[in-house]
Structure formats: C-alpha cells, structure tokens
C-alpha cells in the first residue's frame, strides 16, 4: 500500500492553515532545518545554549511576534504555535528560549507594563539586544506561587526586593528579570535590571535535560527597585499566571515538534534495520508502535489547533490550555521514550534525536506546571471542587 499521506500531518492540518501560518510554518521549519538541527547535539553535549541563535531567531521576527507594534511582528495565536512547533522540533532550548522573551517577559511588559516600559524594553526584546528572564518558582516549591516568600516593601519612591528565585530559564544571561514579588498591595512584578545592586544569580550546573539552554536562579538582597520598574498593570497573581497561559500555549504546539522529530528518526532507522531477514519496520509490533506515534501526534496537534483558534477568537480558558499542555507533553515524552527503545543500543547515543528529547521532555512536562497541576485544574473544572 502506498500512501499519500504526509506521516507528520496525517490529518492534513495544514490545509487548515492560512496562507500566513503556512509561510511562518515553512520559513521557520527550513531555518530549523539548515541552522539549528544541525548543531543541538553538540550543543546538548557541550551543556551550552547557542547563543549567536537569539539574533537569527529575532531576525526571523520570532520573538515577541505575538505583539502589535513597538518593532514586533503582530503574529496570530495559530503561528506563534507554529513558531513553537518548529523550533522543539530542533531542540525544546531553543524553544523555551523563545517561549520565555515571548510570552513571560515580553507578555507581561505588554499586558502590565507602563508605556516608558514598553518603548525602553520591547523593541530591544524583538531584536534580541535584551534578554529576559521570568522569576516565579521558588526554592521551596513552584507548584503553589501563592506561598511566595519574595517579598518588596516600599522604601520612599523606591521598593526593596528581597528573596530567591529557582530553576530560572536564561537567569544568566538576562538583562531584566520580571520577578513576581509579595507586596502589602498584592503580588506585583518588578523590572530587574542585570546591574543593580544586591542582585546575584547562579547558573544551575549538571543537569541531564534542557543542556542546551541556561537554568539558574536569582538572589535578591535589598535591591532597590525604582517605582519605575514596577508593572503598573497588574497586583494579584493573576498577573504571573496569566503570562504562564500564554507560554503554555505555546508548549502545547512545541512538544508536538519534539515528537515529530522522534517519529521521523524511527521511520527511517526501521526501514534500513534489516532483523530476522527483513526490515524492522515490517514487524506487526514496530508498526503498531509507530502507529500510537502517529495517532498520539494527531490527537496533539488538533487539540493545538482547537486551541490556537479559540486563542485568536479571545475567548480561552485556562483549563482548555491546561488538558492540552497535558495531553500533548505526556502523549510527545511517551513518543520520546518508545522511539528511544526502537532504536535499541542507537538510542541512547546522542547523535539519534530520541534520547535528546526525551531527557528535554522531562523538563517540559515538569516545567510550566506539572502534569499533576493540569490534571488538578480539569478536576476542578469538572468538580467545581479545588482539590490542591
Ligand atoms: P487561583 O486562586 O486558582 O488563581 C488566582 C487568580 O489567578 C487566576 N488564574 C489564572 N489566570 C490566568 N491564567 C491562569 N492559568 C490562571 N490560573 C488562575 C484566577 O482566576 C484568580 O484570579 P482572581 O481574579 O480570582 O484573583 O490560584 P491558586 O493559588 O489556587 O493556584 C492555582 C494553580 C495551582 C493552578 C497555580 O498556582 C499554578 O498554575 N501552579 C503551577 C505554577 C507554574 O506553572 N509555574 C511555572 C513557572 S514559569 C516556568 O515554569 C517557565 S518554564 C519556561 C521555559 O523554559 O519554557
Ligand atoms: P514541586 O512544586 O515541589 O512539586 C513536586 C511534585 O509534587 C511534583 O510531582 C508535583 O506534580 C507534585 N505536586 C504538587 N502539588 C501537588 C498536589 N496538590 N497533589 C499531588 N501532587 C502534587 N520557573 C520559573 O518561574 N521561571 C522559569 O523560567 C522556569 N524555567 C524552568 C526551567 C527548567 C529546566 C525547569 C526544570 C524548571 C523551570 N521552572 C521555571 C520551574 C518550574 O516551573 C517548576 O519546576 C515547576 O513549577 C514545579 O515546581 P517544583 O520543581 O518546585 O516542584
């Protein structure tokens, strides 16, 4: 039997796209292709974010592109998800690095921000000459912020910021951290710029996930923050937890290229590995499991696109974004594992994708929101009862 149909896309979802979101899809897709596949092994290997990668993917217009004006390029929900798509299936480093300018430092300066913020850290954002980092989780546990010990106090015009921050995306290397702080008018966001004073961060060293790009964490010892560095938008924690619906959004398109490169790699390695006189690919076994692949990957990018459309309609809820950043990080870190095992002894070598993957998609499923969490906010949804 042969087929015709495209074994990433098995439901044609790209006939759904508009011409734009085809062309973001495409253009991102060839730049993966040619400049960012090609070196995220060694750069996985290495430990080491590369970093001449942040000016290419703001030439590309990537960051930010969900935003109208201030030098973005004003992107509909559906393709920032493609931008997402795309670059995880080169590796979820650079994806998170995108998804945290995007959508939780950019997000928020936007959303929050006063219009001084704005022009001073936007446009200097969509090009990639500032680098954010987001500060919400804790050292004591990020799946409850609303036990935050990060506290700023009013000190005359100023605010006096005080606490820690943990496992930060691009602590290291950000010029500003938007870092969510308690305060006696709620929880507010603070600009913190690289230089001030009683600011310290530290790169988190030996991880086995996410090695291609920078985790650390951010100490605050009596850092003077000046008013104008305070987001005027916003004091309650909804303001963090709006910018993580944002982000998740975007995770729940990402994984989806995680687990297409996955699929892709034991497709052709299934074809070519001949055992008991025939390929691997031949066996009932391999193709029931690469089967599960496809039908998982399906079921994921429907939801993805459900999802992007209802974004773009105005009218999402968190707990949709919650079953689908669920769903699609479980459905690609089981795809990540089972293409690991087809690949035998191969599969723990780093120069197949799979195992690469696989140990991102152990933070990326963690990140953002345990899978525990999103259960909990359907099982609320559906209870009416809060069961954390
Ligand atoms: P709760 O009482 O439910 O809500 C407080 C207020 O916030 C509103 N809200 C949301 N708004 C927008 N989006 C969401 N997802 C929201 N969730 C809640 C809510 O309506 C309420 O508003 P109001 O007006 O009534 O005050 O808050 P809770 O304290 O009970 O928390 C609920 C829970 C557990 C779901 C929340 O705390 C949670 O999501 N915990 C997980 C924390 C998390 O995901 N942290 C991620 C840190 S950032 C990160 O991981 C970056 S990785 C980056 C990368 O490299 O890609
Ligand atoms: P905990 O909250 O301590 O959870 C431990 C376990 O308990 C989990 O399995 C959880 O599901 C479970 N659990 C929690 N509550 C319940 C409950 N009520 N019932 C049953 N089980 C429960 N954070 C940021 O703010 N900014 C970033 O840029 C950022 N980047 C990250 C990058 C990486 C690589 C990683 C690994 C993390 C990053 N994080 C970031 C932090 C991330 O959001 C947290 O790790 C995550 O929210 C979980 O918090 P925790 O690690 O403290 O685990």
Redesign the pocket.
Known sequence: MSSKLDPMDLYDVRSELSEDEVMVKDTVGRYVDDKVIPLMQEAFEQHEFPRHLIGEVAELGLLGSSIEGYDCAGLNSVSYGLICQELERGDSGL???V??QSS?VMFPIHAYGSEEQKQRWLPAMARGEAIGC?G??EPHG?????NMKTHAKRDGDDWILNGAKM?I?NATIADAAVVWAKTDEGVKGFIVEKDMPGFDTQEIENKFS?RA?VTGALFFDNVRIPEANVLPGVS???G??????Q??YG?TWGVIGAAQACLQEVLGYTQDRILFQKPLANTQTIQIRMAEMSRKITAAQLLSLRLGRIKDGGNLS?TQ??MAKWNNCRAALDIARDARDILGGAGISAEYAPIRHMLNLE??IT????ET?HQ??VGKELTGA?A?
């Open positions: 994806r998170s690095f998804s945290v939780l987001f919400l989780t990020g799946s409850d912020p609303s496992w995306t996410l790009s309650s924690l909804k963090p937890l709006s910018c993580l619906t982000a998740r995770i968190p974004v919650s933070s990326v990140y953002e929101g345990t969490v909990l906010v809060n954390f």
